[in-house]
């Protein structure tokens, strides 16, 4: 059993770092979009109505997904000092504490979410701008999406965190 969840646990280490890596891409856009703007707006005088919009999105989506990436390589915001301070081993507890108290924290997010989305998918929730996209819409399911792959990822940390105490326990 222990073999098959450390699979697992490396799988969805490859498929959030895989997403991760593929929000780069949107982040590019978002560059070349903002400066296509900028020359509408200012040097021709035609600026659009769809272009803050699709940044937004694009920006939001690439931020959401890019969770499972930040999660699996511990770069989310921390309080290092600590780790100074106390000994190894009540640090990898206190990481265990965190991982812990972070599935139960998403868990709640992707509860919470789970109805607004499934509501605006089913009612095609617009943004009610000029460009009227499907925007609350897709965010709404973005974010869910999102929260279920950091929630597995966390899972997968915790499966690593166990399966490194095996590992020091036997040298």
């Known amino acids: ?24 891409v949107p982040y590019f856009a978002c ?14 005088g035609a600026p659009t109505q769809w ?15 890019s969770s499972g990436l930040v999660t699996q390589r511990h ?27 972070a599935l139960l924290a998403i868990g709640v997010l992707i509860w919470a979410t789970w109805h607004p989305a499934v509501e ?8 009610g701008s000029a460009f009227n996209a499907p925007t609350p819409t897709y965010l709404k399911s973005a974010l869910v999406v999102g929260a279920i792959l950091y929630f597995l990822q966390l899972i997968a940390n915790i499966v690593h965190w166990f399966d490194d105490c095996e590992v020091q326990g036997q040298d």
Do not use: N, P
């Not at 222990?2 to 991760?20: C, E, H, N, P, T």
């Not at 605006?120 to 943004?127: D, P, T, Y």
């Open 1 to 24: 059993m222990k073999s098959l969840l450390s699979r697992w646990a490396r799988q969805m280490d490859s498929i959030s770092v895989f997403i991760g890596y593929a929000c780069i």
């Open 120 to 127: 605006a998918f089913a009612m095609m929730e617009r943004s």
């Open 31 to 44: 560059i070349a979009l903002s400066v296509y703007e900028v020359v509408m707006r200012y040097a021709l």
């Open 51 to 65: 272009t803050f919009e699709v940044l937004m999105v694009l920006c939001a989506t690439s931020w959401v997904l």
């Open 75 to 101: 770069r989310h915001i921390a309080i290092t000092m600590l780790e100074t301070i106390v000994s190894e081993k009540t640090w990898r507890l206190m990481t265990l504490i965190q991982q812990i108290a």
